[in-house]
Every structure is written in structure tokens, then in C-alpha cells.
């Protein structure tokens, strides 16, 4: 394995016999920690943690467990963590993108240090929203029913149609405040 270089200066005194010992640092670190959601704190898993060098080469790929574990090393983080490098990173520079199905990919430099954990969190965004609103008669106000309500993404794509309801409450809100689940 390789190591960091240490240089010590030892002063030997004449007819004495003097020890010293020389303790190396692995030149290698590795990158662990929780991948949640921002919003709940939810670990989030299967969830893929990409580390690339800095010329944006792909170092490795780790998927993150679907449970919080703690590595109980000596040297480094002992905080619950759901993903860890298995293998070994030099010490440096990396850029570490962690993505999970329905919420907003995250990238962030991190500086690995030698034997230990380079703690890492990515609290993740969802990207899942919630829509509810009233359709209405244009002329009474009164809430209509069978209504056809179609929501589209930002190119004009269709997501969803949705069909309203006569109903004047939408589930999570108090009844008889004038909105329909649609």
C-alpha cells in the first residue's frame, strides 16, 4: 500500500540506545454518509453516489443501502451512514453526485483526507408535487364535477389527467373551504 511520506527528527545521545517509532498514514481515504430526503430525513435507497475524478472520469459507483448503518472505525465517522466506497480513494479532490428516483440529483466537491471516512450527506429534493384546486362554474361559482383537468411539464407534455370532483374538500384540508380534490 502506499503511504504518506513523515519525516521526524529523532536527537540520539552518545552510549544511550533511543527508540522511535513511526507511525504512516495510508495515502488512501474514503467517502461515506446518509443519503436522505431533504424534507423528511427518509433514507433514501437504491440511491447512486458517483464519485469522478476532476477531469469528470468516473471513479466508481456505490448504491446506497436501504437501512442506516454505523462502521464503528476508530479512525473516522462513526454517524449512521447508508453508503461507503469500498474502494480505497487517494487522497485529493473528487466530485461526488448522488441521484435517487424522484428527487433532484445533488454534485459537491469533496477533498479526500487519508485514513478516514470523508463524511459526505446528500439531503435530496424531492421533485414530486401535489396539485389540488376548484373547478367552477364561471358564472354561479358553484364547484363542478367530470371536469377534465390536464397537467403538462414545461416542454408541453402531457404527465396527467385528472378528473375534478363536486366535492368542496380536498383530503388534508378542513371540509367547506370552497376547494375540490382534482
Known sequence: ????????TVTINADQFTRQNITLLSAYGTIGGLV???????????ATITIADANGNVITNVTSLSTETSPGEPLGDT????????QPLYTGTYMV?????????VTVKVTVKPSVVNRTDFP????????????TDGFSGAALGAATVTVTDGT??????LTSSASTSTPGEPTGDGKAQT
Open 124 to 135: 435530496l429534493v424531492s421533485t414530486i408535487g401535489t396539485l389540488g384546486g376548484l373547478v
Open 156 to 161: 408541453g407534455a402531457v404527465v396527467a389527467n
Open 1 to 8: 500500500p502506499d503511504y504518506i511520506t513523515q519525516t521526524v
Open 97 to 105: 453526485t448522488a441521484t435517487a428516483v424522484n428527487h433532484a440529483p
Open 79 to 86: 454517524k449512521p451512514q447508508n453508503y461507503r466506497t469500498s
Open 36 to 46: 436522505s430526503d431533504s424534507l423528511t430525513g427518509q433514507v433514501l435507497s437504491p
